[in-house]
């Protein structure tokens, strides 16, 4: 065999075992990988109601409307709350009740938020402790994303795990495991996994972070075997090198 065959065998199983150890770690890295079978994006609300049964003559808020705690919603006649006023049961003087001496009551927000629903307008009757409204409360935020894990996939679900979030226009936003609830199915688990992300801030990517956009979240699974072990010290010895030379 003269010395050029041999410079191009030499060659070739470089090129054969370059290609076979970055198929191992690509394939690895899949298997530490689990996409969602759906998710999207929530928040928390509350509700919101009146004491007193009465006539609702003020209306302060639409749907869309942002709200700050105290801010007043609705105010509401009732014929109710000033019986109570006249026998002593309530006062107009207990600071934040809303209670005013002629009978109205004040509905205000409980924290700073986003009004998504009404359940009440000017002129309609509501029954006491009836929804009048609902509020999105502000930096609650989050993914809801379902799974459907194998065990050895579930046992391989870390707290703070990282989460990819992809958004239906290709963004990507980084989060992390908060909260995993699962039940056992035909022997999988089906996970629902609450994601938590700074990224997720309301009205961000022309509006697609908001309640109810659909999302698919990649999940990373805990995978802390030989082939990732010799990989991240290649990862790292190499990073170390193009920092030495190229600083």
């Given at each position: 065999?003269t010395?050029?065959?041999?410079?191009?065998?030499?060659?070739?199983?470089?090129?054969?075992?370059?290609l076979?150890?970055?198929?191992?770690?690509?394939?690895?890295?899949?298997?530490?990988?689990?996409t969602?079978?759906?998710?999207?994006?929530?928040?928390?609300?509350?509700?919101?109601?009146?004491?007193?049964?009465?006539?609702?003559?003020?209306?302060?808020?639409?749907?869309?409307?942002?709200?700050?705690?105290?801010?007043?919603?609705?105010?509401?006649?009732?014929?109710?709350?000033?019986?109570?006023?006249?026998?002593?049961?309530?006062?107009?003087?207990?600071?934040?009740?809303?209670?005013?001496?002629?009978?109205?009551?004040?509905?205000?927000?409980?924290?700073?938020?986003?009004?998504?629903?009404?359940?009440?307008?000017?002129?309609?009757?509501?029954?006491?402790?009836?929804?009048?409204?609902?509020?999105?409360?502000?930096?609650t935020?989050?993914?809801?994303?379902?799974f459907?894990?194998?065990?050895?996939?579930?046992?391989?679900?870390?707290?703070?795990?990282?989460?990819?979030?992809?958004?239906?226009?290709?963004?990507?936003?980084?989060?992390?495991?908060?909260?995993?609830?699962?039940?056992?199915?035909?022997?999988?688990?089906?996970?629902?996994v609450?994601?938590?992300?700074?990224?997720?801030?309301?009205?961000?990517?022309?509006?697609?972070?908001?309640?109810?956009?659909?999302?698919?979240?990649?999940?990373?699974?805990?995978?802390?075997?030989?082939?990732?072990?010799?990989?991240?010290?290649?990862?790292?010895?190499v990073?170390?090198?193009?920092?030495?030379?190229?600083?």
């Amino acid at each position: 065999m003269t010395w050029g065959a041999r410079l191009r065998l030499l060659v070739g199983l470089v090129l054969v075992l370059a290609l076979a150890a970055w198929l191992t770690i690509h394939l690895n890295d899949r298997r530490g990988e689990a996409t969602s079978t759906s998710a999207s994006i929530h928040t928390r609300t509350y509700d919101v109601g009146s004491s007193y049964a009465g006539l609702v003559v003020t209306q302060e808020v639409e749907v869309g409307d942002a709200v700050t705690q105290g801010q007043p919603l609705f105010v509401v006649d009732s014929a109710a709350l000033r019986h109570d006023l006249l026998i002593g049961l309530v006062s107009p003087d207990v600071p934040g009740s809303g209670i005013a001496a002629d009978g109205t009551l004040t509905v205000t927000a409980a924290a700073d938020g986003v009004v998504s629903e009404l359940a009440a307008s000017r002129g309609t009757f509501v029954q006491a402790g009836t929804r009048m409204a609902t509020v999105d409360t502000d930096g609650t935020l989050t993914v809801q994303a379902e799974f459907t894990l194998t065990p050895e996939q579930f046992a391989r679900v870390e707290d703070r795990a990282p989460v990819s979030i992809r958004l239906p226009d290709g963004t990507t936003l980084d989060g992390s495991v908060d909260e995993v609830d699962a039940t056992t199915a035909a022997g999988q688990a089906q996970a629902v996994v609450t994601v938590a992300s700074a990224g997720l801030v309301r009205g961000d990517a022309d509006g697609l972070v908001a309640p109810g956009t659909p999302v698919t979240a990649v999940l990373t699974l805990d995978n802390d075997g030989l082939v990732s072990t010799v990989a991240e010290s290649v990862e790292r010895e190499v990073g170390e090198l193009v920092t030495r030379w190229w600083p």
